[in-house]
């Protein structure tokens, strides 16, 4: 029972135009969501997170949007740069445990 | 400050055997979490230790069990191990384990385990 999918294993995007990756989940217990980028022998580091009582946050390059009656989130960076290759992982926070569900991963291949 | 981090890197192991990893914390962090990597599943919760206790707990079977010390660290132990457990295991630290605006998730490097 997969609670957050990210339904795209792999995007390819050209250097300087927009990457858009998504996440879908099920389960209306979560409360606050984020993106985590994970390089080859490196473990996940933290990208940018919402609350759920917000539909947008920015941070530089990257945007995170929720659309909660759609139970979908999307992470945008623009423009895509060959160093944002990586793993992106969406997870999402459980109101009543605090435990942070993941997703599959979307590998992001940024060609210059 | 130093980082998380797992010993060893990379292990290789036989079916049936049983394997234990270890994670220190990044200091002061009293809250470790367990995950499991694998292609296409993701980052799968094993489980979580706070206060030497264990919180939350993933959909892994008992094989899999951990534990933490008065010094926050922790290990992980997967006993009669299979060939489905090759998998990169990540541990990750943050302060209360409440994370948030305000408390971030840290991962270590992570742990290569291949069982053959």
């Known amino acids: 029972d997969q609670q957050v999918k990210q339904n795209s294993p792999s995007l390819s995007v050209q250097e300087g135009r927009i990457s858009i990756l998504n996440c879908d989940y099920t389960n209306s217990m979560f409360d606050y969501f984020l993106w985590y980028k994970k390089y080859p022998a490196e473990g996940p580091t933290f990208l940018i997170s919402i609350s759920s009582i917000k539909d947008k946050n920015e941070d530089g390059r990257f945007t995170v949007f929720l659309n909660k009656s759609a139970k979908h989130l999307s992470l945008h960076i623009v423009p895509s740069q060959p160093g944002d290759s990586a793993v992106y992982f969406c997870a999402a926070r459980l109101r009543n445990t605090g435990k942070l569900i993941f997703g599959q991963g979307t590998t992001l291949q940024v060609k210059p | 400050k130093a980082g998380v981090t797992q010993t060893p890197r990379y292990l290789i192991k036989t079916r049936g055997q049983q394997v234990t990893l270890s994670c220190s914390p990044i200091?002061?962090?009293?809250?470790v979490s367990w995950y499991q990597q694998t292609p296409g599943q993701g980052l799968q919760f094993l489980f979580e230790?706070?206060?030497?206790?264990?919180?939350n707990k993933g959909n892994f079977p008992g094989r899999f069990s951990g534990r933490q010390f008065s010094n926050s660290r922790s290990e992980m132990n997967v006993s009669t191990l299979e060939l489905g457990d090759s998998a990169l295991y990540l541990c990750?630290?943050?302060?209360?384990?409440?994370?948030?605006?305000?408390?971030?998730?840290?991962f270590g490097s992570g742990t290569q385990l291949s069982v053959l």
């Open positions: 230790y706070f206060s030497e206790t264990q919180r």
């Open positions: 990750a630290s943050s302060l209360e384990g409440r994370i948030g605006a305000n408390e971030k998730l840290f």
């Open positions: 200091s002061g962090h009293r809250s």
